[in-house]
């Protein structure tokens, strides 16, 4: 009997513990777990999407897709859920900067508005705060920002000697694999448009000037190229929030935005129903 109360005096600890103990856990302890309980769903379900793609199993596919888009929605309300109400965690700030060229800047911007100081003057706050400010002058309708860079004769080019064309101003990189892929696109579009007021201006993110010339040589992009020699850090790039590659931006004649990353046969579809 006395070893039986015992054993029950035991139990009640051991509860005691745990319960105090899943008390005791973080919020970024328990979105840790939460995180890694989908990833052991999503990671399967990744697997046999990709079997099934590359075995052109399109029955099969169809089939799991709905699933795992349920399980990458999950994970997202969890994480923007976390990001809302913790606002000083360095892990809200940490799944926000992941973030931050998925989601519009709307989003982007009431998620940082709603941070701690502490956050918004770190450096990844800092480079959010940027994103958001070239988000909003980026928006479609809004006036392209001006720029003045070099040309591959080293003479300064802007944009603002363009104005009254339609110009695609294409932000690209010879390091860049999609980016490169894109060139047969640009190139088509530029030869059946080039006479009806339409212009590209390629914009090169390199630090290698050697490596720039040898990519516009070899892709034969002919017409007018510019280099942000500080890279994606440079004032241009920075200016219009470019995080990723390829982006571009489509200009009126008046010099606004009306379209943005305009990829593949899009590109000539949006020129033809401009250009009629």
Not at 107 to 115: A, H, R, T, V
Not at 182 to 187: Q, R
Not at 245 to 260: C, T
């Amino acid at each position: 009997m006395i070893a039986l109360q015992s054993m029950k005096y035991y139990f009640m600890i051991a509860l005691f513990i745990t319960a105090v103990s899943v008390q005791a856990q973080t919020p970024e302890a328990k979105l840790q777990e939460a995180l890694k309980l989908l990833r052991e769903q999503i990671t399967p379900l990744q697997q046999s999407a990709k079997e099934y793609s590359q075995a052109k199993d399109t029955i099969s596919l169809r089939r799991i897709l709905p699933e795992l888009y349920k399980l990458d929605q999950r994970t997202d309300s969890l994480e923007n859920d976390f990001i809302r109400n913790n606002p000083d965690s360095d892990m809200s700030l940490q799944l926000l900067y992941r973030k931050r060229n998925s989601i519009s800047t709307r989003s982007l911007e009431q998620f940082y508005n709603n941070f701690s100081e502490r956050l918004k003057s770190s450096d990844h706050g800092q480079q959010l705060a940027g994103k958001i400010k070239a988000g909003n002058a980026t928006q479609l309708n809004m006036p392209a920002m001006d720029f003045t860079l070099n040309n591959l004769d080293g003479k300064p080019v802007s944009l603002a000697s363009f104005k009254g064309k339609y110009v695609l101003i294409d932000f690209w990189a010879s390091w860049c694999v999609p980016c490169r892929k894109e060139s047969p696109f640009l190139k088509a579009a530029y030869a059946k448009f080039r006479s009806r007021d339409f212009l590209i201006l390629g914009i090169s993110v390199d630090i290698d000037e050697d490596a720039w010339k040898a990519a516009v040589a070899q892709d034969q992009l002919n017409w007018p190229q510019l280099r942000e020699e500080k890279g994606m850090k440079g004032r241009t790039a920075t200016m219009y929030g470019v995080s990723a590659m390829p982006s571009n931006f489509l200009i009126d004649p008046q010099g606004q935005i009306i379209a943005k990353d305009l990829r593949g046969p899009l590109l000539e579809e949006k020129l033809r129903k401009l250009l009629k």
